[in-house]
């Protein structure tokens, strides 16, 4: 597991394009790492994780990872972002996507 000092659980039921996660705050900046366990989908089996910040103005966009492993039975996806800073963070899924499957998430895990 990574060494993060926080972690932040839930699951994701039936979202699309452009869902975004809830907030949650990092005190001290360092890497985030967010694990996608048991995907499925009602279509494409890859969806797309991107780290966004939330502040005043255009959220920054930071690299989006493409989560595929998760959708094989039991196993899960993970995509690790370097510091951008103490704030607020979410992600968002299949950011921009002309994609509209549902995706669902039995659990995922956000390391920060």
């Known amino acids: 597991m990574p060494a993060q000092a926080s972690t932040y659980t ?3 039921t039936n979202v699309n394009t452009d869902f975004e996660s809830s907030r949650w ?3 001290n ?4 790492t967010i694990k996608f366990t ?10 797309g994780v991107t780290l966004r910040k ?3 103005g ?3 966009v930071y690299t989006t990872a493409s989560y595929t492993a998760c959708f094989k039975s039991g196993a899960t996806s993970s995509g690790t972002w370097s510091d951008h800073g103490s ?3 979410y992600f968002v899924v299949n ?6 499957d549902y995706f669902s998430v039995k659990s995922l895990s956000v390391y920060y």
């Open 10 to 12: 839930s699951h994701l």
């Open 38 to 47: 048991s995907c499925t989908s009602t279509g494409t089996k890859a969806i």
């Open 58 to 60: 255009p959220d920054p």
């Open 87 to 89: 704030g607020d963070y």
């Open 54 to 56: 939330d502040q005043f």
């Open 25 to 27: 705050h990092d005190n």
């Open 95 to 100: 950011y921009g996507s002309n994609s509209y």
């Open 29 to 32: 900046g360092g890497s985030t």
